[in-house]
């Protein structure tokens, strides 16, 4: 993002009260939309959401919803985020110097925990993808490390065995790495995969969303994706966990190591929480660190059934923060902003299906 764009992106912060964290995200970084009239979204982390919304109420009240406004302010505003919601509250159609906005304020200790942890899988899938960091006073860019090699984990344990099955040898200095089952895709599938992450189990893919979202995402910021996943990628080719071909564009193929040993590793980078969930039904077993620290290691039979549990602990975190989300932007940005707001989500649902 060139410096006169980034300006211009950091200057509405200008209107609002401080923030910690804030990022853009969506259809304004992709590097082929000159469309001006495209709403920007933004995500603001605040360290107390109530007294953040009670100084914006006084800055910009016309954000709001006059129904909240009038009949409990920053403490109602709050309260329904955190209540009905996932903690994040939401002012769209936001107008000012001639652009839309759309902004999504977030306690900063639950914006951490839900990198961490997942346990919503809400803002942490957002950071899955592509974003441009305008403030991060916490260093949020490096605690999004864990979030996304635990998506690259989780992406490469969900890629189907469909693609071409290959065996091959791979030499490298005093040692020889033989991976007897492995499959083959590209850096494309990969992408798409950590992208719909986040979507499965989301009502509104069901009417509300274009249902090629997540191709028109991976290829419309790819190189992005690209740089922010290459370190882990490299970080999982020289534990010889993927295999890369030469060629340096969207179409290289990469070799995943499909092993009991792989897909254990897979499951140890993925997040506490939806670890624990996955104990439940596959059990769980105790081993002790190097640390000489008890720890609980999910019980992995194969490869296969690790993937079904991991999917439906994700669909089920996604589906009840989409419909939690749901409601309570229903209730916090009023009647007639939501239903424009619904109306053009499913006016682009409808054009991806005719």
Known sequence: MDDEKRAHLLSFLKVIPPVDFCCVYGSVLHTTNHDKSTMVDYILGVSDPLQWHSENLKMNADHYASWMVLLGGAKLV???ADKIGVGVHFNPFVTWNNKMFKYGVVRMHDLVQDILNWERLYLSGRLQKPVNMLVDNLDIKDVNSVNLRAAVSAALLLLPPK????CFLAIRPLRITIFVISFV???EDLYAKICSL????DLRMFFAEDRNKVKKIVQGQFDLFQSMYKPFLEEYEGKDLLRFSSSENQHANIYQDCGLPVAR????FLPPAIRSLMGIR???KKVTSESVQALHEVVIGSREEATKRMQKVLRRTVMVSSARQAVSGLLTVGGVKAARYLTNKM???WRSWT
């Open 282 to 284: 596959l059990g769980r």
């Open 78 to 80: 709050t309260e329904v």
């Open 185 to 187: 895709f590209m850096q």
């Open 347 to 349: 006016q682009k649902a």
């Open 163 to 166: 693609f071409t099955e290959v």
């Open 265 to 268: 590793s897979h499951v140890s």
């Open 198 to 201: 986040s979507y499965m189990g």
